[in-house]
T-cell receptor
Framework: GAVVSQHPSWVICKSGTSVKIECRSL??????MFWYRQFPKQSLMLMAT?????????EQGVEKDKFLINHASLTLSTLTVTSAHPEDSSFYIC?????????????FGPGTRLTVT | KNEVEQSPQNLTAQEGEFITINCSYS?????LHWLQQHPGGGIVSLFM???GKKKHGRLIATINIQEKHSSLHITASHPRDSAVYIC?????????????FGKGTKLSVKP
């Protein structure tokens, strides 16, 4: 149980285009989803937290107009990288938690590797 | 000083060896996670601990809340265990679920 999927697993796009990444909880309802970014040889860094039906909370330094997050249902959250630039090339990972409040369980997706040319 | 420190940073072992990876943290936590990241990047949640010890197959995780320390043990290591092992803590306060990650321990198990 507690499986989280991401789609696509990798994507290459041209500079200036937008890319959408999906994160799905397959066998549980995810009231909270997290989006992380990982640059080569670095730790995961939290970008934003989203709760179903409400606006995402972005971490300091993350542009909310560039990284659009939608958590429209209890099993799906999407991250759209708008007007992508080469510096946005990174590994994007989502995680999902089945409950709000004192969040403890987090189940990670396999990640999406974005390359912007 | 990082809030989550892992040691060693790199570890090479021979197949069959017993392996220990350590994690120390400096903040109060509600839970500690051990994650495994394979070369392709995908992350697998291994354990979530708030006290004591958990075992799953050849993997054992322990945590000492008073000493703010956790260990991940791998018994009878195998080349397929080669990966980066990441410790992450879920601290009190701040954003809910905002995990603080260690830098990871890169394990290489040689046949």
């Amino acid at each position: 149980g507690a499986v989280v999927s991401q789609h696509p697993s990798w994507v290459i796009c041209k500079s200036g285009t937008s890319v959408k990444i999906e994160c799905r909880s397959l066998d549980f309802q995810a009231t909270t989803m997290f989006w992380y970014r990982q640059f080569p040889k670095q730790s995961l860094m939290l970008m934003a937290t989203s709760n179903e039906g409400s606006k995402a909370t972005y971490e300091q330094g993350v542009e909310k107009d560039k990284f659009l997050i939608n958590h429209a249902s209890l099993t799906l959250s999407t991250l759209t990288v708008t007007s992508a630039h080469p510096e946005d090339s990174s590994f994007y990972i989502c995680s999902a938690s089945p409950r709000t409040g004192v969040v403890r369980e987090q189940y990670f997706g396999p990640g999406t590797r974005l390359t912007v040319t | 000083k990082n809030e989550v420190e892992q040691s060693p940073q790199n570890l090479t072992a021979q197949e069959g060896e017993f392996i220990t990876i350590n994690c120390s943290y400096s903040v109060g936590i509600s839970a500690l996670h051990w994650l495994q990241q394979h070369p392709g990047g995908g992350i697998v949640s291994l354990f979530m601990l708030s006290s004591g010890k958990k075992k799953h197959g050849r993997l054992i995780a322990t945590i000492n809340i008073q000493e703010k320390h956790s260990s991940l043990h791998i018994t009878a290591s195998h080349p397929r265990d080669s990966a980066v092992y990441i410790c992450a803590v879920d601290g009190y306060g701040g954003s809910q679920g905002n995990l603080i990650f260690g830098k990871g321990t890169k394990l290489s198990v040689k046949p």
